[in-house]
Structures are given as C-alpha cells and as structure tokens.
C-alpha cells in the first residue's frame, strides 16, 4: 500500500479503488493491482466508490460536475484543444502573431486544407521559386493517429485529399543513426491548467523507422514514418539493424549514452525540448475549470541533423500497450510514478466527504520540483518536475520573453492572464468597436 499515515496503526485501511472503461490499456490494471488497489464493481459498489477512474475518451461533463474529493480523472476537458492537429496548428499560429514567430519557429508552417488551399499556393511557389525546386511536404488527416492516412510529397500534383487535412513541409534532414530516422516519445503530465503545473517523465520512448531514409521513395512508410504501429508490420522489424538492434525502439537513456559518446550536449537538447512542451502547453492555457483531473500528454519530437528540435505533434492518450520489453520497462514505470504524482492520502480510502480525526502526509514521489536538480542536471531542466507557477497580469509578456533564454524564466498564466496579449491586434480592436456599436443602438422590443 503506497499511503503512509500518522493516524492509528491499528486501524485497518481500505485499499484504494480504481475504475478503467472498458478500452482502457490492461497495463494500467497490472500496476494498480500491482499497488494493492482494488477494481471498482459496478454491480456491488456505489457510483462514488472508486479513487482512480481511467478511461481513453473524454468524460462527459457531468462528470467533472459531480467529481468528489477523493476521486481522480484521467482527462480535462477540452484537452483535444492541443491534441487535434487542425487546432494545435491555430493556437501556435496565433501565438506565433502575438509573441513572434523567432518563439515559436520549433513547429514548420502548417496550412489547414481545404480553408488555406490559396495560401499553400502561394507559398509553395514561392518555395519553389527560391529553392530551384520544389521541397518537400507532408500531408496529415487531422483526425487520425497512428501514421494513417500520411501523405509525403514533392509535386503539388500528387496532394490528393478526402477531408480536413494539415499540410506542412517535411523536415528532409532528420538525424540519422546508421541511416535509418527516428523521433522521440515524450511523455508529459500536466496536473494543473490554472496554474499550469507540468512534469515531464524522464525516460521516454526513441521510435526508429526499419527501413534506411531515402527521399527517392517517399511512398515507402518503413523510411519515413516512426510510427510503431507501422513499423511493426514491416519486413525489417524483427531482424538485426546495424547500430539500431532488432526491433524498432530505444530508451531515451541509450540515446542519451549514444550523443555523448559523439560529443553531443544532450542536456542543451533536452532544454529545447522541454523548452517546446512549455510553450506548446501556454498556447492552450487555460482550459476550462476542473477539480481533481490530470492529463498525461505524449509528445513526439523529430531532432534534424543540426539537433534541433521540431514537434511533430502531441498525442491524447499515448499508447500503453506494450509491443516490446523496452515498451514495458518506459511505460511500467511512468504509470507507476504517475499514480504516486497524485498524491493519494489515507482519507482518500475512506472515499466520504468528512473523516474527522484523520491525519495523513504526503509520500516522496520520484518526479521531482523546481529547484531541485541533481548534480547530473542542468539548472532549469525539465526532467520530471514541476517547472511553472502563477503570475500576475501585469507579468505576461515578459514571461514568455523569458522563455527564450531560459526554462526556468517560463511561467505559467493564470486565467486571466492567459486571455492578455502583449499588443491589440486588429481581430481585436474591429471586435471592441462591434461591442461599442452595439451597446449604443437603441433596443428593438
């Protein structure tokens, strides 16, 4: 049992209950039973007893209505703000208009089709124009996962699509390890949008494509997709790549242990990335009020040839399901920790609203705070801890000015703030003198 308690010894503790829905990953109910919880039943339990409910789509809002004190969501609401492709690529293109684009160049110019068909023409004329030839681009149905749906392409004649989809240039110098591209699974734990609270997991999941990169065939989906759920089926995935190993995934501490043996500064890299989560994470700030939730985020991060960071994208419900031993050993544990990052008490098992003369204290959980780096870590490291706090209005701007030379720098807005720009746009001022007409026109009864 994972909760410690100043209380009576002698009184006996009802062990904590989780609910999973029914397409929920069965890892998640091995590490629950693991801990000692015990499995909601329907059947025989009231609708208020459990501690954990778990489940892959959003909770209805009722739900968040009538959420108890001892009880835990899986999800916020409207977290798909971040998660859809069409939507992430709005909120980073107005942040991009109101703080610069410099802040946020970690994302290539997205054209959401068929709306700006016209402005992707222009632009990739203009491409082709400076170039000599045109470049290439990546089209991406912004309702679909797991690498469905992908369309790379060089001609504008070969862009055929059947729905909204997101249209972006294809970063063609990734990094390469023995010729085969990767990007990386990074898995983030927001426990709060008001004040925005993030964890960042330390380990993580380095996905390689099982085919060589080659831009001559950019139909061929085991060269240029990661996605395990591609790869897996490929004629390569089980047999011995050279300097990748069987299979198709490393821990982010192998490829770690792989930059520095080449001279790499994997902590500055890692500051860019955590850099990108922050940002990525202030342009859907804040979501609409809700007690007791928390979000579990992956993020998937290409790193070019010059090690910069791109994001790719940010997954709602990162999978869970274990393909490989590497699978389990990153995910085992990141659900564990995430568990011990909620902060269960020993009147959470009582699961009342009043437990009078109960007394319980917090246990050490192993993500760690801000300010409390080991002597391996680079100050200002998101590695697992929390790394935001709430400002005032009147801080705003510079905070995300901050942001650009350091992580520590970054805080998070309140809900108040969150709604301030730096500087009236014009979308702003026409919607202020819309407001102005419309107080002073006499009523019509």
């Not at 293109?93 to 684009?101: Q, T, V």
């Not at 004040?195 to 999941?205: D, F, K, Q, S, V």
């Not at 705070?369 to 490291?381: D, K």
């Amino acid at each position: 049992m994972e909760i410690i308690a100043d209380g009576d010894a002698s009184e006996t503790l009802k062990p904590l209950v989780f609910r999973l829905h029914e397409n929920a990953p069965a890892i998640i109910r091995e590490v629950l039973l693991e801990r000692g919880w015990t499995e909601f039943d329907q059947k025989e339990q009231d609708d208020t007893d459990w501690n954990l409910y778990w489940r892959n789509s959003p909770f209805p809002m009722t739900d968040h209505h009538s959420i108890k004190p001892w009880q835990r969501l899986n999800h916020y609401p409207e977290a798909v703000r971040i998660t859809r492709k069409d939507y992430l690529a709005r909120h980073l293109k107005r942040m991009k208009g109101a703080y610069g684009s410099t802040l946020y160049e970690f994302s290539p110019v997205a054209f959401i089709m068929p709306n700006d068909y016209v402005k992707f023409i222009a632009e990739y004329s203009r491409e082709r124009q400076s170039v000599g030839r045109p470049s290439y681009w990546i089209c991406k149905p912004v309702h679909l996962s797991r690498g469905r749906g992908i369309l790379i392409f060089q001609d504008i004649k070969d862009l055929v699509y059947h729905c909204t989809v997101i249209v972006q240039k294809y970063i063609s110098n990734p990094l390469l390890i023995s010729g085969y591209k990767l990007d990386l699974r990074l898995y983030v734990c927001v426990t709060s949008f008001c004040p925005l609270t993030i964890y960042a997991y330390e380990e993580g999941l380095v996905r390689f494509a099982t085919e060589k990169f080659d831009l001559s065939s950019l139909d061929n989906v085991y060269a240029h997709l990661t996605n395990t759920s591609i790869n897996k089926y490929g004629a390569s995935y089980k047999t011995y790549k050279e300097g990748i190993g069987c299979g198709c995934k490393w821990t982010f501490s192998k490829f770690r242990s792989y930059l520095r043996i080449f001279g790499v500064d994997d902590m500055l890299l890692w500051q860019k990335m955590n850099n990108i989560v922050i940002l990525t994470l202030l342009a859907v700030t804040p979501l609409p009020e809700a007690s007791n939730c928390f979000e579990l985020f992956g993020f998937d991060i290409l790193i070019d040839d010059k090690f910069k960071p791109w994001l790719l994208e940010v997954n709602y419900n990162p999978a869970l399901c274990l393909d490989c031993s590497i699978d389990d050993t990153v995910k085992r544990k990141l659900l564990h920790d995430i568990v011990e990052l909620l902060n269960y008490k020993q009147v959470d098992t009582h699961r009342q609203n009043e437990m009078p003369g109960s007394k319980a204290v917090r246990r050490q959980v192993s993500w760690r705070r801000t300010g409390q780096s080991t002597p391996e870590e680079a100050p200002g490291l998101l590695s697992g801890r929390k790394v935001s706090t709430c400002i005032s209005a009147s801080q705003t701007p510079p905070a995300l000015q901050f942001a650009r030379g350091s992580v520590k720098k970054v805080s998070a807005l309140t809900r108040k703030t969150a709604r301030a720009h730096p500087r009236k746009t014009l979308t702003s001022e026409l919607r202020e003198k819309m407001k102005h007409a419309k107080s002073i026109l006499p009523s019509q009864n």
